[in-house]
Structure formats: structure tokens, C-alpha cells
């Protein structure tokens, strides 16, 4: 059974690197059948995709942050990592990592995701 | 266009059916995948593509598409179905930037 747990620094100062790691356990990042994403919702509001990573380590970024979002890989430990420079206030949120599948070229799902981590953006 | 509308609530009586729709240009072109997310938890995904429910998912939750909309129809609802619900596909600009849609909030009454 494949599991999704992110990790990393719950307080980021504003202007400083916000860093997270997603680690999966029961199933390998490297196979070829699903991509690795991250997602965000800040308090009550909607989802936003970040970008995902493929398991050859091609990525691809949401345009809006695109000059702000690198997604890397480690893997020998399973795991993913997001990296949001130049945090603000308005990039407190819960951050998801998920996998993606997808059938055909024509619809894509995120079948399993993490619990979430909340990233508070304050000085 | 690289937007998803949703309506923000509905309502539905215990035991009577909903249908919760998106619509999006994108939608001409690419199948919609819908989650449901309960306060404080993950999204969970309920229904995606042409007609598939992950393993899991009651039978009461279903999907269609029409030209720029798709629909999730909840049909005998629950009181634990009250929930977000959210739509997801790619935008239309051929670069397969993943868009959500602004969600729906269902009310069991």
C-alpha cells in the first residue's frame, strides 16, 4: 500500500526558502507509471498545483510560480522535494505532495495523497 | 481559458441525489477528476475519466461530461457526504498545467 508523508519546517520567515520533502513508502518514485506532484490550499480557500516531477526527473511548474518553484528527487530514499523561494505571507498554506496517474493522455488523477503539512509564513 | 467554475454550495436533502458541476473550455478536450475533501482532511478522489470510481467509493457517486461541463451526481446522499468537492483536469493551453476548480461545498440537510 502506498503512502505519501510530507515533512519539513512548519514557520518560514518571509523572503527565506520554503523547503519540503515528501517521502513514499510502499511503492517506488522511479517507475514509470505515475508522475509526483505538489499541491497547496491556503486557509479556506481552493487547491493550486505547484508542479510535478516525472520519474525521469522532468519537471514541469504552474506558470504562476514558476520562477519560484524547483521540485527535485532523492531517489535512493523515495523521496521528492519541494523548494518556494522568496516566500510571503500569501504562500502560508497546507502543502500536499500526490501522485498523479493518468489513462490515455486525456484524463489525469490524483489517486493518493499526503496528509498535508501546514507552512505558516511570519516573522 | 485555464479556469474551472464551480458553484460554491448546494444543498441536498438526506437520501435525495446532487449534481455538482464544472465548467471549463478545457473540459471540451479532457475528462474532469473529482475529490472530495471532509474539514482538517486530504482530498480524496471519488471519480474520474470516462466512468471510473477509485476502489472504495460508494456507488452512489458518479460522473458525466457534456461538451464544457462535467457533473459529479451524488445519488442517495449520506450525511457524510457533506464535504468540498473538487474538480481537476489540465488547462487548454496545450502546456499540461493541472487546474482545480474553486470547489462546492454540499450541504446534507
Known amino acids: 500500500q502506498v503512502q505519501l508523508q510530507e515533512s519539513g519546517p512548519g514557520l518560514v520567515k518571509p523572503s527565506q526558502t520554503l523547503s519540503l520533502t515528501c517521502t513514499v513508502s510502499?511503492?517506488?518514485?522511479?517507475?514509470?507509471?505515475?508522475?509526483w506532484s505538489w499541491i497547496r490550499q491556503p486557509a479556506g480557500k481552493g487547491l493550486e498545483w505547484l508542479g510535478r516531477?516525472?520519474?525521469?526527473?522532468?519537471?514541469e511548474y504552474n506558470p504562476s510560480l514558476k520562477s519560484r518553484v524547483t521540485i527535485s528527487q532523492d531517489a535512493s530514499k523515495n523521496q521528492f522535494s519541494l523548494r518556494l523561494t522568496s516566500v510571503s505571507a500569501a504562500d502560508t498554506a497546507v502543502y500536499y505532495c500526490?501522485?498523479?496517474?493518468?489513462?490515455?493522455?486525456?484524463?489525469?488523477?490524483?489517486?493518493?495523497w499526503g496528509r498535508g503539512t501546514l507552512v505558516t509564513v511570519s516573522s | 481559458s485555464s479556469e474551472l467554475t464551480q458553484d460554491p454550495a448546494v444543498s441536498v436533502a438526506l437520501g435525495q441525489t446532487v449534481r455538482i458541476t464544472c465548467q471549463g473550455d478545457?473540459?471540451?478536450?479532457?475528462?474532469a477528476s473529482w475529490y472530495q475533501q471532509r474539514p482538517g482532511q486530504a482530498p480524496v478522489l471519488v471519480f474520474y475519466?470516462?466512468?471510473n470510481r477509485p476502489s472504495g467509493i460508494p456507488d452512489r457517486f458518479s460522473g458525466s461530461s457534456s461538451g464544457s461541463t462535467a457533473s459529479l451526481t451524488i445519488t442517495g446522499a449520506q450525511a457524510e457526504d457533506e464535504a468540498d468537492y473538487y474538480c481537476?483536469?489540465?488547462?487548454?493551453?496545450?502546456?499540461?498545467?493541472?487546474?482545480f476548480g474553486g470547489g462546492t461545498k454540499v450541504t446534507v440537510l
Open positions: 475519466g470516462y466512468s
Open positions: 500526490a501522485r498523479e496517474g493518468q489513462e490515455s493522455g486525456i484524463y489525469w488523477y490524483f489517486d493518493l
Open positions: 510502499g511503492g517506488s518514485i522511479s517507475s514509470g507509471n505515475y508522475y
Open positions: 478545457s473540459l471540451r478536450n479532457y475528462y
Open positions: 516531477m516525472f520519474s525521469n526527473g522532468r519537471t
Open positions: 481537476n483536469s489540465r488547462d487548454s493551453s496545450g502546456n499540461h498545467v493541472v487546474i
